[in-house]
């Protein structure tokens, strides 16, 4: 299976396994490739085994077992320097005794690169990430944003195919770190290289990728387009980790026709899609994004379970109005509405009554 | 306590004031912004500075002071004119170009001052003193001390022959007093005071039980002071009666040339006045007193130019003889010139210790850079283990690690031994490790290590391990990340460490003093010896003050070129 799978592959890891102690194992048996010019974005919480993914690729790290092949090579024996891969790391890491352009200039130096070639390249870098007036700075002398910028500029300069980056974004400020996503993937699609990206901010994930690879306890969970990864998460895992989720215990009564019914722990019995559960009585939990929740169960079709809530609390936040529902013994459940003309604001104490399509709400694994 | 706000504290200015743009920004109570703001900093400023004061005048009194003191005795040159204050101010006029030794009146100042110095028993402090700018003066003021008493005997004998009154004490004290109820004049007595004060350090205050007829020290003024000296020293010093001891024979000299040379005594008709027409009689039918060969007759140094250029050169409260001395050179006849070739030491001695702290330095840094590289770079339990390796020798005293270097390094040593074991070396061609400039750098290097590693290891431990990996991931080898981006961030802690070892080995001494031999030694055993043994302080003071001007300017010159600023201890 996983030659099919790597033999067109750009970057493949196969089988690989790492451990730091001989005791646990931080990487448990990773199969991931990643096609030519595509970006691809490692989303998980910290201790994950994401960046341990990442440094395994870049060199720094080496795996315990299994093969990492690049265009078709296996680099396991390669050193960091002799792979060609270009790094943007998490504090930059420029060199501070050299200028802006020194910084630029040492890859094409150690790769022994004509100065007249290198000054070139060196600008036209430097103009690619608009910090042409400032190539004789040195990089404390620089804000955030702009030694992000020579960072990348630097990782690019020496024209490589694959570019890791992690977390780059990290030490910037919210509106900063939005507009250096979007340059990111502009000029990621530019240039047509490939992008292995480390983060765990999700919001970054799905505005960025082409996939995304959610790591937790060691694996991939889900690699998937991020629209897919929001609306049809494999697991639970997945589904609390992406986006804002609501989640009901409940057991497998009967699955039909792609519907599962399931009856939740305080009785009601509602509709799910059956993502991985097989037979009656297995336990699950229901997963429903807040913005699916049907306050208005009329517009519903005619045979849709429903259930009934009270408002416990109201939150006006602009764009969406955020409301906390207590439903079927949880106090917890969330529901968002837009702000429109028509919205009806839910007072708090209220009964009413809530639903969704079958779709909508997926029966994954029993947390 | 609402007038003490708004005078006394400033208060923040109101939103609605219009600010004053031309003039200096005003606080609110109308005063400058600058001054509000000072006045408002000083109560912390003087709080933080009554915090440092108990160690600030500890420090003063006991750190900055001694060595201020010690500092100024490299120049100051005291001694001399307090030893020989008429003496100094007569032989001025004098040049050794003249080619002959000064004339009678220098000689007879030399004697009175001479006189009074060996009574004070201070004479020999002037000859060591002298003894180090000309080599054998020592032993001239120590036997020109001892029979100064000579001078003029012939005359004095005379004089105590002419009537028995000049060998009474009695009679000398009506003499030189007036006698009873006459006119005092208390200036000789002061002036005799302040003589006697610079000469011995000591104080003279209190009542001297005598006080100088006006008319007496108008006539004879050179005697009465000498008698008023006399007085003082018998009184204060020996705690004697004055009217009851027998006055120096440099009071009679005194007398004996002042009558000699014509005093008025035509209107005089005090005590004694019968006496000293008699005196004047008898002293016009005497020789004159020549102190030129009496002096040259104790000790034929007196009658040499080369002396008396030594005096001359160095009468002067202040003297560059101590620097000069420090330089290997020396007031010659011709102005400054260098020392006798085997005079010459200690630019040799500065030259040696300045290479040597290089050799040492340069050591500390090839050994201590990997140690601190491998401790920033260890995990932090490793680390702390060798950090523990390193400091280990910081807790052990500095003498038992130099003795144990004697052990490891002497000829019937360990490592001797064990290279005749392995029969690399013959047992009659044992190596000499120590007792020698070897044995100093090895020694030393192994002592000040630490103190190399440690600036090293700080500033290393800053440098983020993602540099040497982003400089990897750009393409570089190991070696090139490494010199290009590791070792150019690791130079503020080479600097740190490298001054620290570089100013403390400049003024090693144990270490030097107990394995350095006579080839190993550092200047700082050459003050030491000047401190403890030969006593000439002021040598030892010019030589530290030089040590002291090479460090500061070598800090300076570091600050210029790498700067001070970029120096990390941490």
Redesign the interface.
């Known amino acids: 299976m996983s030659e099919s799978q790597s033999g067109d592959a750009f970057v493949a890891f196969e089988r690989v396994q790492k451990s730091y102690d001989g005791e646990t194992l931080v990487v448990k048996d990773l199969n991931l490739a990643i096609p030519k010019g595509e970006f691809l974005t490692m989303l998980g919480p910290s201790g994950s085994g994401k960046t341990t993914c990442l440094m395994m690729l870049?060199?720094?790290e080496t795996a315990t077992h299994g093969k990492i092949l690049l265009d078709g090579v296996s680099i396991n024996n390669i050193?960091?320097?002799?792979?060609?891969?270009?790094?943007v790391?998490?504090?930059y890491?420029l060199?501070?005794?050299m200028t802006v352009a020194e910084n630029l200039s040492?890859?094409l130096e150690?790769?022994k690169i004509a100065k007249p070639q290198r000054e070139e390249k060196v600008g036209r870098a430097l103009d690619m990430v608009q910090m042409g007036d400032f190539a004789s700075r040195r990089p404390a002398q620089l804000s955030g944003g702009q030694q992000q910028r020579i960072a990348l500029a630097?990782?690019l300069v020496?024209e490589p195919e694959l570019v890791?980056m992690d977390e780059p974004l990290g030490a910037l400020d919210k509106q900063l770190r939005e507009h250096m996503q979007f340059e990111i993937t502009n000029l990621a699609h530019q240039l047509g290289i490939t992008v292995v990206y480390v983060t765990h901010d999700q919001t970054e994930a799905l505005t960025m990728s082409d996939r995304v690879a959610v790591f937790n306890d060691g694996r991939i969970q889900q690699i998937a387009p991020p629209d897919e990864l929001y609306e049809s998460p494999q697991n639970s895992f997945v589904a609390q980790f992406i986006g804002e989720n609501n989640t009901l215990a409940g057991t497998v009564r009967e699955i039909r026709g792609g519907v599962a019914l399931v009856e939740l722990d305080d009785g009601g019995v509602i509709d799910a899609k059956p993502v991985n559960v097989s037979r009656p009585g297995e336990r699950t939990t229901i997963s429903i994004r807040p913005e699916r929740v049907e306050v208005d169960t009329a517009r519903l079709g005619e045979n849709a379970h429903t259930l009934k809530a009270e408002v416990a609390e109201f939150i006006y936040m602009g764009d969406v109005f955020r409301t906390r529902l207590k439903v079927a013994g949880r106090d917890d459940f969330i529901i968002k509405t837009r702000n429109s003309a028509d919205q009806k604001r839910l007072k708090p104490g209220s009964q009413i009554e809530i639903g969704w399509l079958p779709e909508d709400c997926r029966a994954l694994d029993a947390i | 306590m609402s007038d003490m706000t708004t005078t006394s504290q400033p208060v923040a200015p109101k939103p609605g004031a219009a600010p004053q743009v031309a003039d200096p920004m005003l606080a609110a109570d109308g005063t400058p912004l600058k001054r509000s703001l000072a006045r408002a900093l000083r109560a912390q400023k003087l709080r933080a500075l009554m915090l440092i004061a108990p160690l600030l005048i500890f420090v003063l009194v006991t750190f900055i002071a001694p060595i201020l003191d010690m500092l100024f005795r490299s120049v100051e040159n005291q001694v001399v004119p307090n030893t020989l204050p008429q003496t100094v101010v007569a032989v001025e006029g004098w040049s050794p170009d003249a080619g002959e030794t000064p004339g009678e009146p220098v000689f007879e100042a030399l004697y009175h001052d001479l006189f009074l110095a060996a009574e004070a028993k201070r004479h020999t402090r002037l000859g060591s003193r002298l003894n180090y700018e000309h080599a054998g003066l020592s032993s001239v003021f120590r036997s020109s001390g001892r029979k100064v008493d000579d001078v003029g005997e012939v005359q004095l004998d005379a004089l105590d022959a002419l009537d028995k009154s000049w060998k009474d004490s009695g009679f000398w004290y009506a003499l030189m007093s007036g006698g009873e109820g006459a006119a005092g004049d208390t200036a000789p007595l002061k002036a005799a005071r302040g003589r006697l004060e610079r000469l011995t350090g000591e104080n003279f205050g209190g009542d001297a039980g005598f006080v100088p007829g006006q008319e007496i020290a108008r006539i004879l003024p050179r005697t009465v002071a000498e008698y008023s000296t006399f007085a003082l020293f018998t009184a204060i010093d020996d705690g004697k009666e004055v009217a009851r001891t027998k006055p120096w024979e440099a009071v009679k000299v005194a007398l004996i040339q002042e009558i000699k040379r014509g005093a008025d005594l035509a209107g005089y008709d005090g005590p004694g006045a019968a006496e000293l027409r008699a005196a004047r009689d008898m002293a016009a039918g005497q020789p004159d007193i020549d102190f030129k060969a009496a002096f040259a007759d104790i000790d034929e140094a007196w009658d040499e130019i080369a002396t008396w250029r030594t005096i001359s050169a160095y009468g002067g409260h202040f003297t560059s003889g101590y620097f000069l001395n420090a330089a290997d050179m020396q007031n010659g006849v011709d102005g400054i010139e260098a020392r006798p070739e085997n005079q010459r030491i200690y630019v040799m001695l500065f030259q040696r210790t300045l290479f040597m702290s290089l050799v040492i330095c340069g050591a500390c840094i090839l050994l201590g850079y990997p140690v601190a590289f491998l401790l920033a770079n260890l995990p932090m339990r490793t680390a702390n283990l060798l950090m523990i390796l390193v400091l280990l020798p910081f807790w052990t005293s500095l003498l038992v690690r130099t003795s144990a270097w004697k052990v490891m390094l002497q000829q019937q040593g360990v490592i001797n031994d064990v290279l005749v074991w392995l029969g690399l070396v013959g047992d009659t061609g044992r190596l000499v490790m120590i007792n020698n400039q070897f044995g100093t750098i090895v020694a030393m290097t192994h002592i000040l290590l630490p103190f190399m590693i440690l600036p090293m290891y700080s500033v290393m431990s800053t440098i983020?391990q993602?540099?040497v990996?982003?400089?990897?991931?750009?393409?570089?080898?190991?070696w090139?990340?490494f010199w290009?981006?590791y070792f150019?961030?690791s130079v503020p802690g080479i600097g740190a460490g490298s001054i620290l070892v570089f100013i403390l080995a400049i003024g090693y001494y144990i270490t030097p003093e107990l394995v350095g031999g006579t080839t190993g030694t550092f200047i700082s055993n050459r003050i030491a010896y000047h401190i403890s043994s030969s006593l000439n302080w002021g040598l030892a003071a010019a030589l530290g003050s030089i040590l002291l001007t090479a460090v500061l300017i070598l800090y300076w010159a570091y600050d210029r070129i790498v700067g001070i600023d970029n120096v990390k201890l941490g």
């Open positions: 870049a060199g720094f050193p960091p320097h002799k792979r060609g891969i270009g790094m790391f998490q504090n890491a060199f501070p005794h040492f890859p150690v790769r630097r990782a020496f890791l | 983020p993602t540099y990996r982003a400089a990897r991931s750009l393409g570089a080898t190991n090139t990340a290009r981006v150019p961030q």
